[in-house]
């Protein structure tokens, strides 16, 4: 009977150690990847910063400039990757001839002094830019000039009409316009009373050979008439000799009779 429980125990042990066998697993682990905290930091290296190479002054050419007139210059920086910069105001201007072109307080103005030429230039720390030349000329005069007016003679001649009995005498009568001074003058030996007259004041004085308003107030050789003209008409000058005796004729040399607007 022992026999048999010792065989039944040594069957059950096999079959232990066989499912044991068969029910075992391998478990495999996987490590997670390591990682670092902050992650890594990658360093860019800029590039240089530009560098100033050179100044110049604009315009290379500038235009003439009058005394006692301002003209505006200016100033550029130029850098290494070729830009360009204004600084007209953080620059020294300067001229090297301070008789003919100067800058005040504003920068870039140059003020015009005497004629000649003055050459200009700018400078920054370390530079200065290539001189430029600036040409100042005298200033313009205005010069009113006043011609006199030029009188134009209507009637210059020995008597081109005999009116009357024979001691007057009148010139053809010519057209002016309002604001016209005609001066009636003549040489004569004997005593004369000159007249300027307008058309209808001629025809009466052929008329009636009275004396009108327009009688000069002298007598004798050279002594002129002067009238101007209100209204434009046609106008006769008139040599009378009232004092004359009916017939004679007056020794009359010149009688002119001139216009000026």
Known sequence: ???????????????????????STTTVIQQAPTS??????????????????????????????????????????????????DITSQVTWSSYNTSVAVFYSSPGLVTGINSGVAVIYAESP???????SLRVIPALTTTTITTPAIPTILWSEQPAKVLGS????????????AGTTLT????????????????NQYNN?????LQFSYESTGYGSNTPTTFTVLASDT????????????????E???VTLTAKR
């Open 126 to 132: 370390g530079f200065m830019s290539a001189p430029i």
């Open 235 to 250: 106008y006769y000058g008139v040599i009378y000799n009232g004092a004359s005796v009916l017939g004679a004729t007056p």
């Open 184 to 199: 009636l003058s003549w040489i004569a030996d004997s005593n004369l009373t000159g007249f300027i007259m307008d058309a």
């Open 205 to 209: 004085f052929q008329q009636s050979h």
């Open 1 to 23: 009977m022992k026999k048999i429980y010792s065989i039944i125990a040594i069957i059950l042990a096999i079959i232990a150690l066989s499912v044991s066998g068969c029910s």
């Open 36 to 85: 670092s905290y902050p992650p890594p930091t990658t360093t860019t290296t800029p590039p240089p910063a530009p560098t100033l190479i050179s100044i110049t002054v604009t315009p290379s050419y500038p235009p003439d400039l009058t005394v006692g007139n301002t003209e505006q210059l200016f100033c550029t920086a130029i850098y290494s990757d070729g830009s360009a910069t």
């Open 252 to 254: 009359l040399q010149v």
């Open 166 to 177: 024979g001691n007057t005498f009148s010139s053809p009568g010519f057209y002016v316009q």
